[in-house]
């Protein structure tokens, strides 16, 4: 913290192509419905089960929202969900289809949360753009801004190393880089966030071609981690 208000992480070298590729993939994936629940139970109870242990905790935070899908089942799902996304044109589409929830463009560097004024955060593969010195700082904002006992909720694709795109969504040109983690190292990161450990679920490979992760975690209580069982 400073007197100015909460201090942010520094911002990738390439933020800014990393904005002007997902603005020119937005329309795509709407129109395709890129993400859509209605196929994936299992994440729906992921996100049934994250609403449970953070309502009434305090408002939630969709980091890299897209259009907003995700935020609105959330909503759906009686939690005070707004969103963030770092292209104009995805807050657009998410403005447009989900006129009664808020959304704002925003990096995940750039949020300057205020500590403990989220029950949690929501990273749904929407953090494998930033850079393995990047993603560190990022979710140590998370864990600062989480009230004790409340919750991150991250998924990314899984595996070694890095991949450079220069299309997706059907042949849009597109210039990034997917950063693949193994769950034990993300796991590793949240911890060194001051984290703690709730929840682990392993997706087979999807039509990204590789294996999928998604990982709860914890602001602990003060005094420690719950040990009941």
């Known amino acids: 913290m400073t007197a100015d208000g909460p201090v942010g992480v520094a911002p990738p070298a390439d933020l800014e192509l990393v904005r002007a590729s997902y603005d020119r993939v937005a329309d795509t994936y709407v129109a395709t ?6 196929l994936w139970p ?22 890299g929202c897209g ?37 704002s463009v925003a990096s995940a560097t750039d949020l300057h949360l205020q500590d403990a004024s989220l029950g949690g955060v929501l990273g749904w593969w929407s953090l494998f ?8 700082g990022v979710l140590a904002s998370f864990a600062r801004a989480l009230v004790p006992g409340g919750q991150v909720l991250l998924g990314t694709h899984v595996g070694d190393g ?24 993300l796991t590793a990161l949240l911890a060194d966030a001051g ?35």
């Open 33 to 38: 419905g890129v993400g859509d629940l209605a």
């Open 162 to 185: 890095d991949v450079l795109r220069t299309e997706a969504y059907g042949g849009v040109p597109v210039s990034w880089t997917t950063h693949l983690w193994t769950p034990q190292r």
């Open 129 to 136: 753009n930033l850079p393995r010195d990047v993603l560190p």
């Open 67 to 103: 259009p907003g899908m995700v935020t609105a089942h959330l909503a759906g799902l009686g939690v005070d969900a707004s969103g963030v996304d770092l292209s104009p044109r995805m807050v657009a589409h998410a403005r447009r289809l989900h006129p009664r929830l808020r959304f």
């Open 195 to 229: 984290l703690e450990p709730v929840a682990e679920l392993r997706l087979p490979v999807d039509a990204s071609g590789r294996p999928q992760v998604l990982l709860a975690a914890r602001r602990p209580h003060r005094g420690g981690s719950d040990s009941s069982m």
């Open 42 to 63: 299992w994440l729906r109870g992921a996100l049934a089960a994250f609403a449970d242990e953070v309502r009434g905790l305090g408002p939630v935070l969709d980091v």
